[in-house]
Structure formats: structure tokens, C-alpha cells
């Protein structure tokens, strides 16, 4: 991986942190890495490229990375967009010798144990690698760092300053979009003397920033120093997401990632996780700030879990052509105009593609899709909806055939035909008479490798959008050859529509059909109406040879064992392969179109 992040403590469990007043969206080309120092690092994803740093060797890594952004330095009491956020003095004396302050003492190293699955064997894991981040103390016992530092853990250990100890660490929360995570530590020898970090507000253009955590290149606590060089909505590598995010010039290599950033008063400001690689650039570093921070925190503490950022679920068209607001009977330069709404998201029952959003609680929007940031700036709108929780109720000042109204909706995350991300850590499977069928995710498309998907699947996962809540692509990945599937061998990689005739909502739905088939044959169409027909009862007797020939435990994942639950979900564009537009940010490639 290639992120690098810097985390915060602060005094009390969970401190309200600054929130920013705006927005901004940025996509980027560049490639980040999120900063880990890794022995063996799992394979690559997605369009834009991350790079892990590997004893020895790299690997590349699919993933992107971006700006960053965030609110004034007031340091009167202030609400930002609804979130309390009080502002105190700081009580810290001068930071300026770092190397010799208390609060260098609250950072830490990370040492992580990682087995990531095998999504092309989903049955197993592949094999275990170590890597080491930072992290730093926010009080309460807990510990903050990036979610890509503990990703697949088996093992976490952490160390302090000056020790030779390390101690068992306990994964209690990841945000794969914001790339934080929160550990805590039970042994409270490791406590003894410790002080938490605090949290201070966002900072401004060209303040002075100063990075600490345990990169490559030693052993010991490591400090680096720059400047704030820009604020902004920015892509997070791990995440997949855009968020906001601050630029910095400090340098930020693998093992700065969950560090905390510092500014003059000793005050952490963000966490850096991921940096800029190019031959055309350098020392371009990336920090989480605190708005980000509070969001993860506030939502820990408030549902005992991550429940994730959420959004409208809209793709949005930007209205710069005087021609086309005239069109639209828009009347000033203001708005942006829906182009296609989510299947999935509570939006759809209020807005409609045509529909001219100008403003977001009562917010603005402009014809660029930003909103006013402080006192001189803009920033995208994407950031007024990341501040919100799942939830959250918004209000949409909106103008439809010329008519100006209101609407609400209700916020809730983003649900993915193919996720970036695969709940649990651990993909589904089924195997009927040696046809392995799977999802299809992000993760499996990097492992496999998108030469070896065919274009038809490539153009689904990166243009389809789910038409219901629960929809997956299920495809047949290999198939274990066996005498009962003779003539089927060569399959791979191939989409599954329908069996005996019903059309496949998911896996669990797919193995649901398998369980209560009464029919002689099961009868299984694929893509491209290629056809699969096998005896059911033989395909049943056939399943323990299979599996005891390839040593697999079990015919299906655990989670398919459960009872299937049948929803009131209904298939509404099986006509449709997939839509005209790419369904994230990453792989758009029209610059006045953006999802929010």
C-alpha cells in the first residue's frame, strides 16, 4: 500500500473537532501510496496506482490520491455546519523543540500481522506478511492510525518511545473510506505516565506543520517539517472516496502512515496517510484533518460502530454554459444539474435526472459544484454531504421545469454494485459440481488481474449502478474439473443470470435456488446466453469427491449458510447491461461530471 497518515489524541474519549464551512472536488491522476513499511504486501487495484513499499521488491498497488481541506482558526466558540465544536486556547508552550517535547511521547509504533484473503481461491487465505505504521494516543485507553495499517490483521502490536515492550492491541473500528482505525490497548502498564494529544482546528494556507511518526530508514521516532500548501476535497487511496484532505510539503514515507501532524502549538492537526508519486513532483504529502477525524470519532461514539460517510447518490453535471442554464430556465450562475440518481438511494424518491440543485441546507451550490469555504475560498460540494451522518436528514433547494421548491432526503452510504471493500474481510462462495461462483468486487478484478475478465464484466463493474439494495454480480470464477461438469472445464470469469429460468438477485439468493431445486436439472444461463445444464442429484453426489480432491472445507462460505430472507426487492433493468456513465469519480473522465 502506499498511504501515509498521521493520528491524533486528545484529552477526553472522543473530542469535538473542527468542521470545515465548504467544499470542494478534486479527482486526481496522480499516484499515492499509503505509508507503510511492509515484508510482503498484497497485490494492486483500480485505476489510479498506490505503491507498496516491499523489503526487497515493490508491488503495485491500484488506488488514488488527492488535496486536501478544512475550517477557520477562530478561536472564539463557533458551530460549523450543525456540529458543536468548541475552540479553546491552546495550553501548550512553544513547540519548537520538538524532538524534546511531551507530546512526542504519546506517539507510537504499529506492528501488524496481515492475512488477506484469496479471492480467486475464496476458500482460503494467502500467505501472512508483517508491516509496521504509527499511531497516537486520544485518550481513554485508545490508540487512532490508518485503517490500511491494520488492514486484514491478525495480530496488532504497538510500542511506545524509548521502550523495548510491545503490547496486544485491539482492532475496535476501521473507516475504509476515511483509511482511520481505532485500537485500544487493556494493559495499563502501557498507559502509565502517557499523556493524549489534543485535537486543534483546521489550518490555514502556509502554516507550518511538523509530521512524527516511525518511517523506513530506522528504528527510532522520526520528524519531518513544512508547510500547508493546500486545502481541498481529495481522493483517498485506501478508501476509494473523496474526502476532504490537506497537501503538505513535509516529507511522509511507508511507516509515516497514522502519525499525528502537528502544528506551532503543538496541537494535532490531522493524520498523514498517503503521498504523491510522480516523476513530475515531489514532497506532496497528504494529511487527514481533524473535520475527517471527529466524523470517524462522533460516529464510533455515537453508534458503536463505523456506519461510514454518506451521500446524495447523484451524478452531477456543472452548469458554466450560460446557453444550457438558459435552457433549464435557471435564472443566475448557480446550480448544478442531476444527470442520473442511485437506484439505491433514498434520493431517488425526490429527485429526478433534469432537476437543478441550488443549494444544501439552505448552503449555495454554484454552476462549478462548490460552495463558499472560509472567507476567500470554494470548496466542493461533495464536502457538505461527508459531514453529514447516515441518517441525517438534508434539504435540497432545487428548480424542476422552472419551478423552484424543496425537497428532503435522507443521507445513508453508498451502496456499490461491486464493492471496494469486502464486509468481513472474507468473500462469499458456492460450488455446484465444481463451478466455483463468487461476487464480483474490486478486489477480485485486481487479484485477477482485468486482462483476464473480458470487457463485457469490466464495463459492468465500472458503469453499473445496483437497481436494488443487496444486488451482486455473481460470475462462476474457475471451475474444478470433475467428470460431472465434462465440457464446462474451460469456463472463467463469466456472469451468471438465471437458474432454471429465475433470475439471480445474489449469491445468497443463487444458493437459495440450488437448495430448493426439485427439477431433474439445474439449468444455468450465463452471459452472452451461453448455457450450463447439469443432474441435479449427480452434481450433489459429486461435491464430496470435489472438494476432497482440491482440500476445500467446505462447499460454501459460512455466511451462506444462513436462512435466505427473501426482500421485496424487485430485478428492474435486467435488459440493461449498464449505464452510459462511469459510476465513480476515479474513472471519469469528463471533467464537468462528478458523483456526489
Known sequence: MACVAALVASPALFPFLPTASSLASASCSCRLRPAIVARQQPRGRRALRRFDEVEGASKKRRGIGGGAGGPSQA?????????????????????????????????????????????????????????????????????????????????????????????????????????????????????????????????????????????????????????????????????????????????????????????????????????????????????????VVSHFLNDYQKNGKYTGFPCLGVLLQKLENPALRESLKVPSSEGVLVRRVEPTAPASSVLRKGDVIVSFDGISVGCEATVPFRSTERIAFRYLTSQKYAGDIAQLGIIRDGNSMKVQTILQPRKHLVPFHVEGGQPSYLIVAGLVFTPLTEPFIEEECEDTLGLKLLAKARYSLATFEGEQIVIVSQVLAHEVNIGYEHMGNQQVIKLNGTAIKNIHHLAHLVDTCTDKFLTFEFEDDFLVVLHREEASAASSDILKEHAIPSIRSSDLSEPYVEANNEVLKMSEDFGESPVTNFEMGIDCLLWA
Open 75 to 291: 478561536s472564539s466558540p463557533r458551530r460549523d455546519r450543525g456540529l458543536a465544536v468548541d475552540f479553546k486556547e491552546s495550553q501548550v508552550a512553544e513547540f519548537d523543540d520538538l524532538e524534546e517535547d511531551k507530546f512526542l511521547n504519546a506517539v507510537v509504533k504499529v506492528y501488524c500481522t496481515h492475512i488477506a484473503p484469496d479471492y480467486g481461491l475464496p476458500w482460503q487465505k494467502q500467505r501472512q506478511h508483517s508491516s509496521s505504521g504509527s499511531a497516537f494516543m486520544i485518550g481513554d485507553g485508545k490508540l487512532l492510525t490508518n485503517a490500511h495499517c491494520v488492514a486484514h490483521d491478525t495480530q496488532v502490536k504497538v510500542k511506545r518511545r524509548g521502550d523495548d515492550k510491545k503490547y496486544i492491541a485491539k482492532v475496535l473500528a476501521r473507516g475504509i473510506e476515511c483509511d482511520l482505525a481505532l485500537l485500544s490497548v487493556e494493559n495499563e502498564e502501557f498507559w502509565k505516565g502517557t499523556e493524549a494529544l489534543a485535537f486543534g482546528r483546521l489550518p490555514m494556507l502556509q502554516d507550518s506543520v511538523t509530521v512524527v511518526g516511525y518511517p523506513l530508514g530506522g528504528d527510532t521516532i522520526s520528524v519531518t517539517k513544512g508547510v500547508v500548501s493546500r486545502i481541498e476535497v481529495t481522493p483517498y487511496a485506501h478508501g476509494t472516496s473523496d474526502l476532504l484532505g490537506i497537501q503538505i510539503d513535509a516529507a511522509i514515507n511507508p511507516g509515516n502512515s497514522g502519525g499525528p501532524a502537528f502544528n506551532e502549538q503543538g496541537e494535532c492537526i490531522g493524520v498523514a496517510f498517503q503521498v504523491y508519486r510522480s516523476d513530475e513532483a515531489e514532497n506532496i504529502g497528504y494529511v487527514i484533518p481533524t473535520t
